[in-house]
């Protein structure tokens, strides 16, 4: 939180917007007009139903999924234009965990993130180094670096990933539902290195969840999808209402009272509403 206030002082430029942004495939709409501004050092957290178009916009927000309209801007600049090694100095990916292991060390794994940053067949240098040891540390993970990866379990290995990332070094991180199939103790530590990470480094935070409560707890800002429109974007305390959870998801919601100064706890229950068709998104992607 302490970077989101520096960042509202200072009147700085938001580091990442979307403007207007359209998808569509076999002729129908994925995403349509989704627009969003993030300053400096901010969490956003991106949610919906199934189908809503979640993967997609952060898939677009990367450039990995092809535009129909509208645009990214990274610093004010046009992600469009920038250079494969510029981006990745500016943006770094966590995707969802998908069970596959690879054939390296952990310290091997985290080091291919660097390659923003070294020259074409070239070594690692100190900074990267010193970036490797800096990320295996921040993550836990400095014990398992010899480990190799295909021995670590779901959560470790979801560490490990998140090391990577963090090696990389960019200024803003999108993760799509890093906490996914993890137990509650990893849940907790994803979430102990995602505030270290703003807290220590001031990277800026775009989260794609499932979990309400989750966006809750994380993020500054939550914009949601709905059949690939945005159907909410504001602050975690407007979107805990009933009403405005069930125009997102279509079901009913109870918010159940905790302690002083927590939020409070989603839980959904009751008859869903009349469901609509989704958006379908593109072949092979999650939502």
Known sequence: MEAAQRSAASGAEPILEARGLGVEAEGR???????FSLPVGEALAILGPNGAGKSTLLRCLLQIQPLGSGEVLVEGRPLAGLRPRERARLLAYLPQLDGRG?????????????????????????EDRRAVDRALEMTGMAPFSERPMSTLSGGERQQAHMAAALAQEARVLLLDEPTAFLDYGHRARIHEILSAVRGELGTTLVLVTHDVNEA???????????????????????????????????????????????????TSGGRPDRPEEPAREPSGAAS
């Open 102 to 126: 690879v054939p390296f060390t952990v310290r091997e794994f985290v080091a291919m993130s660097r390659y923003a940053y070294v020259e074409l067949f070239g070594g690692l240098g100190l």
């Open 216 to 266: 809750v707890a994380v993020a500054d800002r939550v914009l949601a999808l709905r059949a690939g429109r945005v159907v909410f974007a504001g602050s975690p305390g407007d979107l805990l209402e009933p009403e405005v959870l069930r125009s997102i998801y279509g079901v009913g919601f109870s918010l159940v009272p905790r302690g002083p100064g927590e939020p409070p706890l989603v």
């Open 29 to 35: 709409p994925i995403l349509a007009g989704v627009a």
